[in-house]
């Protein structure tokens, strides 16, 4: 069983969600999709082996009418 998203990855594991393990929260993000900040945003959660998706992030230019 991989111990990350990087492990699982590396492995061929392409549908990997981590376990229920301890981890901090992963905070929703409201940049937009395709961004350079959503995609730093993407990449820090990758290294530190979180899921990507949360499921209040920004998906559209129109959920910026929320905040």
Same mark, same amino acid.
């Given at each position: 069983m991989? =111990?990350?998203?990087?492990?699982?990855? =590396?492995? *061929?594991?392409?549908?990997?969600?981590? *376990?229920?393990?301890?981890?901090?929260? $992963?905070?929703? $993000? $409201?940049? @937009?999709?395709?961004?350079?900040?959503? @995609?730093?945003?993407?990449?820090? =959660? @990758? =290294?530190? *082996?979180?899921?990507?998706?949360?499921?209040?992030?920004?998906?559209?230019?129109?959920?910026?009418?929320?905040?």
């Amino acid at each position: 069983m991989p =111990r990350s998203v990087l492990d699982a990855i =590396r492995q *061929g594991i392409w549908n990997f969600e981590p *376990g229920d393990q301890e981890k901090p929260e $992963t905070p929703p $993000t $409201t940049a @937009l999709p395709g961004s350079r900040e959503k @995609l730093d945003i993407l990449a820090d =959660r @990758l =290294r530190q *082996g979180l899921p990507l998706w949360h499921p209040s992030d920004r998906l559209s230019f129109d959920d910026a009418a929320d905040e």
